[in-house]
């Protein structure tokens, strides 16, 4: 573990909201040693969308210089070197588009300060590979570092042969488990009927979409699922949608023309507003790539349903890996509607059980404690160097 009097500067592109509580409890693992080098979201970006008040915590301005639209990035680092005190250990998120991080790598090490890179490593379309000079690169960017911090142990695994003399530490990314655990207990205790009562929502088996309104989350064909479990059921059912986007228009004239009741909530920053129409919900249905949706809903006893990863189906982010199929969720055949039916379908028959799953899940192998007893571990391991 790290000692308690490391000084830890985490520098990443920008903060969206879900992540200030785990930096916050990392700050207090570290007895104040944290210090957050972020810059702004590219205008005019849905990740605005997530975008909420800093908490208090010692913090560096960086500016960002974003080139067509979120596609590269560079960041301009100096300040992270002109704090005083300077940090013991840089942790910095890993991410291809980020032209300035080899750089940022190379001025670290004239100062003898050690990096850890801390993300995916790998693409959402490919998983991990070096089969692509993109890849190759992207690995190559981990080997210059003192260390890597992977978002799942399935990641860690998957990196630890093909980056061989570089420490790989896991960190399992999760969200602020410190809030949804007991809003999760509290809502499952007062049962989805009385929720949908006083939501306004029909007691009808509801499906839920958690996450952006764009076109790589498959965001319509939820509401062909929806429609299609209707038919095979004989009952009505509803569509919740928490989230905002681009697709928001198309999605709600879609829902309109297949008949599929839809509330559409738009973006919920807060974890008090969000969980109720989460927990209201019998399933979440992910058409397209899954990230840490799966640990919002799980949180709340929510199973998941999505496609399984493979040229039949989508890529996802790290986050998949928590999906166990027939356990706490479905992996569906592929992203065909008529797959994603089968799956929700499958749930809908034993939807206690899979609830229940799910949230046991959570709380054994998500909580944002473990999240940061990874962090700890690869900060440790660096600054006892």
Request: hydrophobic share 45%.
């Amino acid at each position: 573990m790290a000692d308690p009097a490391a000084r830890v500067t985490y520098v990443t592109r920008f903060v969206p909201a879900y992540r200030w509580p785990v930096l916050r409890a990392f700050n207090e693992r570290l007895g104040g040693g944290l210090t957050v080098a972020s810059g702004e979201p590219p205008g005019g970006s849905s990740l605005r969308s997530l975008s909420a008040e800093a908490p208090d915590l010692a913090q560096l301005s960086l500016r960002n210089r974003w080139v067509r639209g979120e596609a590269l990035h560079w960041q301009s680092f100096d300040p992270v070197f002109r704090a005083n005190p300077g940090p013991d250990v840089l942790l910095v998120e890993e991410s291809p588009r980020t032209l300035s991080l080899r750089p940022l790598i190379r001025a670290s090490h004239r100062r003898g300060i050690p990096v850890a890179l801390w993300g995916h490593f790998s693409s959402i379309d490919r998983g991990v590979s070096n089969a692509t000079w993109r890849d190759r690169y992207r690995l190559e960017t981990a080997r210059r570092a003192d260390a890597v911090v992977a978002y799942t142990d399935e990641l860690g695994t998957a990196l630890r042969p093909l980056l061989e003399g570089t420490p790989v530490f896991s960190a399992r990314n999760t969200l602020d488990t410190d809030t949804l655990f007991p809003l999760g207990d509290t809502l499952q205790a007062e049962g989805r009927t009385r929720i949908r009562q006083r939501l306004g929502l029909p007691d009808v088996p509801t499906i839920l979409f958690l996450g952006r309104l764009i076109a790589a989350k498959g965001v319509l064909r939820v509401v062909d699922v929806a429609r299609q479990v209707a038919a095979e059921r004989g009952q009505p059912s509803s569509l919740v949608v928490v989230g905002d986007g681009p697709e928001r228009a198309a999605l709600e004239q879609a829902a309109l023309a297949a008949g599929v009741k839809l509330h559409c909530t738009g973006a919920l920053v807060d974890a008090q507003a969000s969980a109720p129409w989460i927990a209201a919900s019998d399933v979440l249905l992910n058409p397209g790539y899954l990230g840490l949706s799966v640990n919002h809903a799980f949180a709340l006893g929510v199973p998941v349903v999505a496609p399984a990863p493979g040229p039949n189906g989508t890529g996802h982010s790290p986050e998949w890996a928590y999906v166990r199929d027939g356990h706490n969720g479905v992996l569906a055949t592929s992203n065909a509607a008529h797959d994603l039916t089968a799956g929700v379908l499958t749930v809908l028959a034993d939807a206690e059980g899979f609830g229940r799953r799910a949230a046991a899940f959570a709380r054994e192998h998500l909580s944002m404690a473990r999240m940061v007893d990874g962090l700890m571990e690869a900060v440790g391991y660096l600054a006892g160097r």
